[in-house]
């Protein structure tokens, strides 16, 4: 069966200070791989979304980067944390090709910025 | 351009009723449909979906949705709420694009009263 995990689970960091937040999927090839923000615990921000190894699509313009260095890993990365990154960052996965296939998301990571 | 929507931030019921968390939505062409709960600092899970057919969706925990195209909603019931069905609860909307972004609506918070 497929699994999605992300880590860490909660992150505190300071303002100014770098930001790597990791994504990794297990049990299936090729999905498309999304990061999302939730603020205030409701609505859902999609942040980036990923088709393949190295393509990366921006939704939103921001202090925030995604990579995808292997087919089921999704990196989203700051160089320089600002207060209004803290939030709740979700990552998921869905199949490729399969228009009818449900979003699968992992845990989240709650990250506050000081 | 297509858009769900959750009327009501907030939905609160007795445990043993039935209970009722609405969505409309607005597409060009037919809609794909889905509904997820979240728990507390957790991801979101996929309870059902509507692609085609039957107007009526059973999913997982005993729900069920109604797609209704002449009124363009897609409604989540339950005939006898849960305690544990206390949760936060989206409803989504695929987009056309490629990468099949999902539009969310702002989330229905329900709390069964026991």
């Known amino acids: 069966s497929q699994t999605i995990h992300q880590w860490p689970a909660t992150l505190v960091q300071p303002v100014g200070s770098p930001l790597s937040l990791e994504c990794t999927v297990e049990?299936?090839?090729?999905?498309?791989l999304y990061w999302y923000r939730q603020a205030a615990g409701r609505g859902l921000q999609l942040l980036f979304y990923?088709?393949?190894?190295?393509?990366i699509s921006s939704e939103v313009p921001q202090n925030l980067s995604a990579s995808r260095p292997q087919d089921r890993q999704f990196i989203l990365s700051s160089k320089k944390l600002l207060l209004s990154d803290s939030g709740f960052y979700l990552c998921?996965?869905?199949?490729?090709?399969?228009?009818?296939?449900?979003?699968?998301f992992g845990n989240g990571t709650r990250l506050t910025v000081t | 351009a297509q858009s769900v929507a959750q009327p009501e931030d907030q939905v609160n019921v007795a445990e043993g009723n039935p209970l009722t968390v609405k969505c409309t939505y607005s597409?060009?062409?037919?809609?794909?449909l889905f509904w997820y709960v979240q728990y507390p600092n957790r991801g979101l899970q996929f309870l059902l979906k509507?692609?085609?057919?039957?107007?009526l969706v059973k999913g997982s925990y005993g729900f069920e949705a109604e797609f209704n195209k002449s009124q363009t909603s897609f409604h989540l019931k339950k005939p006898s709420a849960l305690v544990s069905d206390s949760a936060l609860y989206f409803c989504?909307?695929?987009?056309?694009?490629?990468?099949?972004?999902?539009?969310f609506g702002s989330g229905t918070q329900l709390t069964v009263l026991p």
């Open positions: 998921a996965w869905s199949a490729r090709n399969r228009a009818n296939s449900p979003l699968h």
């Open positions: 049990g299936t090839s090729n999905p498309n």
């Open positions: 990923s088709v393949g190894i190295g393509q």
């Open positions: 597409v060009s062409g037919n809609p794909y």
């Open positions: 509507y692609i085609t057919g039957d107007n």
């Open positions: 989504a909307l695929i987009s056309s694009g490629s990468a099949r972004q999902l539009t």
